[in-house]
């Protein structure tokens, strides 16, 4: 129903950025919000941030808080995840996500159960 991919992973230098994008298709105007996950190899994957077009609101973890940032289209279900002052614990293969609207009040964005599409990743490697 919605396919969500993602570009601009690489291979960078520690201090360096790069800017992911995650586009959708399909039945687009049926997502609420669109998020960023983040997963190395033999831990979960978490959240890194999230941008929601009901209520216009960005979420992001602590980790990356102030260095990265979310942003998104308003005419389409598209985000971007601008990285700056990349570490090396950030390398991980990054997931675009995409979930539609609940029908709850309260809605943790940080939580997979959260999202209902995802995207194939795009790996990003940062060397020091």
């Known amino acids: 129903q919605v396919t969500l991919v993602e570009s601009g992973g690489g291979l960078v230098q520690a201090g360096d950025s790069l800017r992911l994008s995650c586009s959708a298709s399909?039945?687009?105007?049926?997502?609420?919000?669109m998020g960023w996950f983040r997963q190395t190899p033999g831990k979960e994957r978490e959240f890194v941030a999230s941008?929601?077009?009901?209520?216009?609101?960005?979420y992001y973890s602590d980790s990356v808080k102030g260095r990265f940032t979310i942003s998104r289209d308003n005419t389409q279900r598209t985000v971007y995840l601008q990285m700056d002052s990349l570490k090396r614990e950030d390398t991980a293969v990054y997931y675009c996500a995409a979930g539609e609207k609940r029908s709850y009040y309260s809605v943790a964005y940080y939580y997979r159960s959260e999202y209902d599409y995802w995207g194939q990743g795009t790996q990003v490697t940062v060397s020091s």
């Open positions: 941008a929601v077009w009901s209520d216009g609101k960005t």
């Open positions: 399909g039945r687009i105007f049926s997502i609420d919000h």
